[in-house]
Protein backbone atom coordinates (compact mmCIF):
# COMPACT_ATOMS: atom_id res chain seq x y z
CA UNK A 1 0.00 0.00 0.00
CA UNK A 2 1.15 3.62 -0.99
CA UNK A 3 1.61 5.73 1.88
CA UNK A 4 2.22 9.72 0.63
CA UNK A 5 2.72 12.80 2.88
CA UNK A 6 2.56 16.03 1.27
CA UNK A 7 4.14 18.95 3.43
CA UNK A 8 5.22 23.05 2.14
CA UNK A 9 1.78 24.93 1.89
CA UNK A 10 1.23 27.84 3.51
CA UNK A 11 -0.26 31.46 2.88
CA UNK A 12 1.37 33.64 0.52
CA UNK A 13 0.97 36.86 -1.49
CA UNK A 14 0.32 37.15 -4.92
CA UNK A 15 3.39 36.71 -7.31
CA UNK A 16 5.07 34.38 -4.47
CA UNK A 17 6.53 31.29 -4.34
CA UNK A 18 5.84 27.76 -2.47
CA UNK A 19 7.51 24.22 -2.76
CA UNK A 20 5.50 21.69 -2.05
CA UNK A 21 6.69 18.32 -1.26
CA UNK A 22 5.30 14.54 -1.47
CA UNK A 23 7.22 11.63 0.44
CA UNK A 24 5.78 8.30 -0.51
CA UNK A 25 6.54 5.32 2.06
CA UNK A 26 6.35 2.26 -0.41
CA UNK A 27 9.06 -0.35 -2.49
CA UNK A 28 9.72 0.35 -5.72
CA UNK A 29 8.10 4.54 -6.17
CA UNK A 30 10.57 4.34 -8.93
CA UNK A 31 8.12 2.49 -10.88
CA UNK A 32 5.23 4.89 -10.24
CA UNK A 33 4.26 7.82 -12.27
CA UNK A 34 3.65 10.42 -9.75
CA UNK A 35 1.20 13.69 -10.18
CA UNK A 36 -0.06 16.50 -8.54
CA UNK A 37 -3.81 17.83 -8.38
CA UNK A 38 -5.70 20.79 -6.72
CA UNK A 39 -9.07 20.96 -5.00
CA UNK A 40 -10.79 24.21 -4.37
CA UNK A 41 -13.65 24.61 -2.01
CA UNK A 42 -17.15 23.73 -4.14
CA UNK A 43 -15.20 22.71 -7.29
CA UNK A 44 -14.03 19.17 -8.06
CA UNK A 45 -9.99 17.80 -7.88
CA UNK A 46 -8.08 18.64 -10.76
CA UNK A 47 -5.23 17.81 -12.79
CA UNK A 48 -1.97 19.85 -11.72
CA UNK A 49 1.10 18.09 -12.94
CA UNK A 50 2.34 15.21 -13.73
CA UNK A 51 5.69 13.12 -13.77
CA UNK A 52 7.07 9.82 -14.97
CA UNK A 53 8.72 7.26 -13.30
CA UNK A 54 11.91 7.81 -14.14
CA UNK A 55 11.31 12.23 -14.05
CA UNK A 56 12.24 12.78 -18.08
CA UNK A 57 8.39 13.39 -18.94
CA UNK A 58 6.37 16.21 -17.37
CA UNK A 59 2.69 17.49 -18.31
CA UNK A 60 1.27 20.78 -16.93
CA UNK A 61 -2.27 21.92 -16.84
CA UNK A 62 -2.50 25.49 -19.15
CA UNK A 63 -3.24 27.03 -16.16
CA UNK A 64 -0.16 26.55 -14.56
CA UNK A 65 2.78 25.91 -17.47
CA UNK A 66 5.60 28.04 -17.29
CA UNK A 67 5.09 28.57 -13.52
CA UNK A 68 5.01 25.30 -11.78
CA UNK A 69 7.30 22.83 -12.22
CA UNK A 70 7.55 19.19 -11.01
CA UNK A 71 10.53 17.26 -9.89
CA UNK A 72 11.05 14.14 -8.15
CA UNK A 73 14.14 12.38 -6.33
CA UNK A 74 13.36 8.47 -6.21
CA UNK A 75 16.72 8.53 -4.18
CA UNK A 76 14.60 10.19 -1.13
CA UNK A 77 11.28 9.24 -2.43
CA UNK A 78 9.73 12.62 -2.75
CA UNK A 79 8.25 14.50 -5.50
CA UNK A 80 8.32 18.19 -5.31
CA UNK A 81 5.94 20.79 -6.84
CA UNK A 82 7.20 24.37 -7.22
CA UNK A 83 5.09 27.31 -7.42
CA UNK A 84 6.26 30.63 -9.22
CA UNK A 85 4.17 33.76 -9.72
CA UNK A 86 1.39 32.65 -7.94
CA UNK A 87 -1.82 33.95 -8.21
CA UNK A 88 -5.19 33.91 -5.95
CA UNK A 89 -6.89 31.27 -8.32
CA UNK A 90 -4.18 29.07 -7.16
CA UNK A 91 -5.88 28.76 -3.80
CA UNK A 92 -6.48 25.29 -3.17
CA UNK A 93 -5.66 21.86 -1.37
CA UNK A 94 -2.83 19.80 -2.95
CA UNK A 95 -2.63 16.52 -3.30
CA UNK A 96 0.10 13.90 -4.95
CA UNK A 97 -0.93 10.66 -6.42
CA UNK A 98 0.65 7.82 -7.16
CA UNK A 99 0.10 6.19 -10.74
CA UNK A 100 1.13 2.67 -10.73
CA UNK A 101 -1.53 1.94 -14.28
CA UNK A 102 -1.05 5.05 -16.42
CA UNK A 103 2.10 6.46 -16.49
CA UNK A 104 1.04 9.88 -15.46
CA UNK A 105 -3.03 10.07 -15.97
CA UNK A 106 -4.36 13.50 -15.28
CA UNK A 107 -7.64 11.97 -14.47
CA UNK A 108 -8.23 11.82 -10.60
CA UNK A 109 -10.78 9.14 -10.82
CA UNK A 110 -7.84 6.96 -12.32
CA UNK A 111 -6.04 6.99 -8.98
CA UNK A 112 -6.59 5.38 -5.97
CA UNK A 113 -3.04 6.24 -3.77
CA UNK A 114 -3.69 10.34 -2.91
CA UNK A 115 -2.49 11.71 0.42
CA UNK A 116 -4.07 14.07 2.93
CA UNK A 117 -3.66 17.28 1.21
CA UNK A 118 -1.30 20.88 2.02
CA UNK A 119 -3.35 23.75 1.70
CA UNK A 120 -2.09 26.48 -0.41
CA UNK A 121 -3.79 30.14 0.13
CA UNK A 122 -2.75 33.05 -2.19
CA UNK A 123 -3.92 36.32 -0.77
CA UNK A 124 -4.16 39.42 -3.41
Known amino acids: QVQLVESGGGLVQAGGSLRLSCVAS????????MGWFRQAPGNEREFVAT????????SYADSVKGRFTVSRDNTKSTVYLQMNSLKPDDTADYYC?????????????????WGQGTQVTVSS
Open 51 to 58: ISAAGGAT
Open 97 to 113: AADSLYGGSTSPQCLAD
Open 26 to 33: VRGIRTYA
